[in-house]
């Protein structure tokens, strides 16, 4: 057998492992790991699956990961969600659809300490689709745009997913990061752009509220002063190169610690469990980046990448073109898989593909968390609809499916922009590094 055929056959493998709802990390380092053995031999292969992990446990870029996460779980205690969500209510609640307006831009606050799709969700979830609900909007707007928002988890900096690329994919994260901005900000301006478009044609599915005086807003944008001046004080050094992602991430750990500490959230127990779901979580992460670098380098020595690329050159569609058709794959497979998955699996795949064409390998990784976060609202397997679903129990899965359709339609375009105008990513960092 050919190594491209066997290359294939461990793709096959690695999605029906994936279906089964074997772990991603399992899934990756067992396929890849049998592949090299099937390749290379035994020895050569435990040799080399044991370089890749000594090599990736001990770069400086990985510590960036927990300590990030921490600072996020010390912001969840210090009840940051429900600041963001508060001031966006407070100076949008007033406008038909200002609440669905401020759940998006609560998700895009909170995103940006936290990292996560599924915990944005989930913690603006809590706070936005009651109030929501208790106001008379209708139950697909609320949940539509708290399932579209929450993605912005993943986009907004930092980014768990785009630092897990950063690794992979050997880029630099700060990169990545200051390339996501403009992305994840245009990201949210189309979810708005829905919202008023959906109440301008059916205004009784979000009722106008009353206005909220100026006293109210300032004593909202107080409470939040400490954490926006924090996320400025992450994301701007990190834009500005005054720090690297990892001590933007000890900034901004150490920061949350002394905003809950001064808040008088801080216990022990509080401090218990975020240094838990720090550690646990990183230590998945972990798992399943050594899975993806194992798993990498047996399709790298299948030459499966070279007979892809040259299979698509061989089209003649051109950078644009072939983006586009790759972003119909990207979508179709995220029909089945979820997104990290989707994001693991095609990397190693499709970078050499991207490299070949000229684009920048930077671009790629926003493009490819675009991809993924479509996958987050794509039903069926979309984990944001069913992270609703949980938060809002009595309202039909179906009704959260049909909330988030516009909301998709949207991603699509954005997407299809993202492709035809690379500058959306590409230009923020280009202006910095003059």
């Known amino acids: ?82 600041d963001f969500f508060d001031v966006a209510a407070r100076f949008l609640g007033h406008r038909r659809g200002g609440l669905a307006y401020a759940s998006v831009a609560g998700c895009a606050g909170f995103g940006s300490i936290n990292g996560s799709s599924l915990a944005t969700t989930a913690t603006i979830g809590l706070v936005a689709l009651p109030e929501m609900r208790s106001r008379g909007y209708s139950d697909a707007l609320a949940t ?69 005086s100026w006293a109210e807003r300032f004593s909202a944008l107080k409470r939040m002063i400490d954490i926006g001046l924090l996320v400025l004080l992450v994301t701007g050094g990190i834009v500005m190169g005054w720090v690297t992602p990892s001590e933007a991430a000890a900034v901004g750990a150490t920061g949350a610690f002394i905003i809950c500490l001064l808040r008088r959230k801080l216990t022990l127990a509080t401090l218990h469990k975020a240094l838990f779901e720090t550690l646990k979580t990183s230590g998945l992460i972990y798992l399943v980046i050594i899975g993806a670098l194992v798993f990498a380098a047996f399709v790298s020595v299948t030459g499966l990448t070279d007979t892809i690329a040259q299979g698509i050159a061989g089209l003649g569609l051109g950078p644009v073109g072939t983006m586009l058709l790759v972003a119909v794959f990207l979508l179709l497979v995220g029909s089945v898989l979820d997104g990290l998955a989707l994001m693991l699996l095609t990397t190693p795949i499709l970078l050499p593909l991207v490299a070949d064409l000229g684009l920048s390998p930077i671009w790629f990784g926003i493009f490819l968390v675009r991809a993924m976060e479509i996958g987050f609202v794509h039903p069926p397997i979309g984990m944001n609809l069913y992270v609703i679903q949980g938060v809002a129990r009595d309202v039909p899965l179906m009704r959260v499916f049909k909330g988030v359709v516009p909301f998709l339609l949207a991603d699509l375009v954005h997407l299809v922009l993202l492709i035809v105008f690379p500058v959306i990513a590409m230009g923020l960092l280009d202006w910095v590094g003059r």
């Open 1 to 82: 057998m050919s190594g491209p055929m066997i290359g294939m056959l461990g793709v096959v493998i690695l999605l029906l492992l994936l279906v089964a709802g074997t772990p991603i990390g399992v899934a990756l380092g067992l396929v890849g790991l049998g592949g090299l053995v099937l390749t290379l031999g035994l020895e050569p292969a435990l040799i080399k699956s044991a370089v890749l992990t000594f090599e990736t446990m001990t770069r400086y870029e990985l510590g960036t990961l927990p300590l990030f996460m921490l600072m996020a779980h010390l912001c969840f205690a210090a009840e940051a969600s429900r």
């Open 144 to 212: 539509g745009s708290v399932a579209a928002g929450g993605t912005l988890g993943q986009m907004i900096p930092p980014s768990g997913a785009l630092i897990v690329y950063g690794i992979i994919a050997e880029q630099s994260i700060g990169s990545l990061f200051t390339a996501a901005i403009v992305p994840g900000i245009t990201q949210m301006l189309s979810y708005m752009l829905v919202i008023a478009l959906l109440v301008w044609w059916r205004p009784r599915i979000a009722p106008a509220l009353p206005r909220a």
